[in-house]
């Protein structure tokens, strides 16, 4: 089982990716820095619909600032989502700011609300971390989704990921008669390759969530990772693989009923074909960001070369042991898209 029993150290933006975020329109100049967020004066715990303390914390503004904060938050959105008109905000409100203080980033998850209509919509608000970032640049690049994401100085702001967290999904929904097992388990082997291959660590089931989407005679799944400050940190292979995380084990049990090794393989030849395609279409920026990362330090050297070594044995190649820091590791990985494409082995 993969257990991570140490806190990631959190990394600084280099000039490098700086260079990188501005080149490709991720740093953008914003009304408000994380720091303002914490001079909030009181808090109180948010539960959930069901009365259960959902670890986080609605946190609560002097009246002096409130306006201030909630106006430059307000505009936030609307570079996020209009690309800076304001228009778009006179119907908007900030329902609420909550606080997760356990996390890494300590992130500020933002609620606002269309006063229209009443739908809603969060966004967070977080200390930047290169790590973090380079996990975001990847999953835009190398995965089927896209990511909404801008840096200022210090500050990171993140669209939200929409789709149901995969412990709850796992909770309350496995047991649905209508339910494609196939399919669900399908798209877990794709999950899983997709992680291993960029090295995004700590995929256990907090840590991803499930977008259902209705399909003319089915319903088809996409599992899409929320939380990225795991990228290319930790040494040991395993950390990369979701099918090690035992909160994972009951979709993983779907996937041992529903599919042969036969179509594993196959979803995973697929899976890295489509990456293989992905990184031609975007080279010129896939080379960009990987400059940045093999001139970066996000990992301890002691985990950069107990991952080589591992790397090195199940991909047959010495050339991983040679690798330097996390980012000759990521490259060397997608090299492999292209040097080894027929290794499938048991992981």
């Known amino acids: 089982m993969a257990i991570i029993s140490k806190k990631k150290i959190p990394y600084k933006i280099s000039s490098r990716l700086r260079t990188y975020l501005n080149k490709y329109d991720r740093e953008i100049a914003l009304p408000i820095a994380y720091d303002s967020l ?22 609560l503004y002097p009246q002096d600032d409130m306006a201030d904060i909630y106006f430059a938050l307000k505009k936030i959105y609307s570079i996020m989502k209009a690309d800076g008109d304001v228009g778009v905000m006179d119907h908007l409100f900030i329902d609420r700011v909550d606080l997760c203080v356990y996390g890494n980033t300590q992130p500020f998850r933002v609620r ?21 970032i380079y996990g975001l640049e ?4 190398l995965s089927p989704n896209k990511i909404s994401y801008v840096v200022y100085k210090d500050t990171l702001i993140e669209e939200h990921i929409v789709g149901i967290p995969a412990e709850q999904f796992i909770k309350n929904h496995l047991n649905d008669p209508n339910l494609n097992e196939t399919r669900l388990a399908k ?46 940190y930790e040494g040991r292979r395993a950390i990369y693989l979701p099918q090690y995380f035992k909160q994972n084990n009951p979709i993983i049990k779907i996937g041992l009923k529903s599919l042969t090794p036969e179509t ?84």
């Open 38 to 59: 914490l001079r909030y004066d009181n808090s109180i715990p948010l539960y959930d619909r069901n009365g259960n303390d959902t670890l986080w914390e609605t946190v």
């Open 112 to 132: 606002i609300v269309n006063r229209i209509n009443d739908n809603f919509d969060y966004f967070y608000i977080k200390n930047a971390d290169a790590s973090r």
């Open 138 to 141: 990847l999953e835009h690049l």
């Open 187 to 232: 798209e877990f082997v794709k999950f899983n390759e997709r992680c291993f291959v960029r090295l995004l660590g700590d995929m256990h089931s907090s840590n991803f969530v499930i977008d259902i989407t209705p399909d003319f005679e089915e319903v088809d799944y996409r599992l899409r990772a929320i939380d990225f400050d795991q990228q290319s």
């Open 264 to 347: 594993v393989r196959q979803y995973q030849r697929e899976e890295r074909s489509l990456i293989a395609n992905r990184v031609k279409v975007e080279k010129i920026r896939v080379d960009d960001l990987l400059s940045a990362m093999t001139h970066d330090r996000i990992s301890k050297p002691g985990n950069v070369a107990r991952l080589g070594e591992e790397l090195a044995e199940f991909y047959e190649e010495t050339e991983f042991i040679h690798c330097k820091n996390m980012g000759e590791l990521v490259e060397m990985s997608l090299e492999m898209l292209i040097k080894k494409p027929e290794l499938y082995k048991d992981y």
